[in-house]
């Protein structure tokens, strides 16, 4: 069964960390592209960052540059995303996801297959 399941999310205080874990079954995550998206309450769904299969390059939006880090463990069949100093603008459901050309060709690309989502909320 093909499942993509994400863990770590939470409630952070603004300038908090968490990292996001991304579990694939049934299938090979690292001959994927894999990319992170998010959505927050009343906003469209966006691309956050992007890595791809073969050469392990990686993608940002401006707005998390310097402060998200994207990664994957083939062995682990497990994506990561390290978020570091957390805006309250952070907030949002994030999805992983996984394109099987394996190139990160833009966060408007359709996707193979999606987790269920998780919320990341950053408030005092």
């Known amino acids: 069964q093909v499942q993509l399941v994400e863990s770590g999310g939470g409630l952070v205080q603004p300038g908090g960390s968490l990292r996001l874990s991304c579990a694939a079954s049934g299938f090979t995550l690292g001959y994927y592209a894999n990319t992170w998206f998010r959505q927050a309450p009343g906003k469209e769904r966006e691309g956050v960052s992007c890595?791809?299969?073969?050469?392990?390059?990686?993608y940002y939006i401006d707005s998390v540059k310097g402060r998200f880090t994207i990664s994957r463990d083939n062995a682990k069949n497990t994506v990561y995303l390290q978020m570091n100093s957390l805006k309250p603008e952070d907030t949002a459901v994030y999805y992983c996801a996984a394109d099987g050309s394996g190139i990160c060709s833009g966060y408007t690309t359709p996707q193979d297959y999606w987790g269920q989502g998780i919320q990341v909320t950053v408030s005092s």
């Open positions: 890595i791809s299969s073969t050469d392990g390059d990686t």
